[in-house]
């Protein structure tokens, strides 16, 4: 069974950080790139960070460069996304993506900055 896990996500206030980890099960990970994407309530699905498959390349959105880090651990099938000197305006749900042919989400997990 395929499964995409995330967690470590919560209430923070301004200027806080978070650890969200997304664990995956059942697929092949270590061969293609993952990503970070979050939803705030009323917008779309956008894009925040994308790691290679070997982590030697990193993109990120504009919103969070300087900011948010992602990077992975394929010996543990696990990719994170450390977020620093978070914003109100980064509220969101966060989803995890595998890429490749047969694309992969999770379930999400909620990030709210406020105070």
């Known amino acids: 069974q395929v499964q995409f896990v995330e967690a470590g996500g919560g209430l923070v206030q301004p200027g806080g950080s978070l650890r969200l980890s997304c664990a995956a099960s059942?697929?092949?990970?270590?061969?293609?790139?993952m990503s970070w994407y979050r939803q705030a309530p009323g917008k779309e699905r956008e894009l925040v960070a994308t790691?290679?498959?070997?982590?030697?390349?990193?993109n990120y959105a504009e919103s969070v460069k300087g900011r948010f880090t992602i990077s992975r651990d394929n010996a543990k099938k696990t990719v994170y996304l450390q977020m620093n000197s978070l914003k109100p305006e980064d509220t969101g749900v966060y989803y995890c993506?595998?890429?490749?042919?047969?694309?992969?989400w999770g379930q999400g997990t909620q990030v709210t900055v406020s105070s």
């Open positions: 790691i290679s498959s070997g982590g030697g390349s990193r």
């Open positions: 993506k595998r890429g490749g042919s047969n694309v992969y």
């Open positions: 059942g697929v092949i990970f270590s061969a293609y790139a």
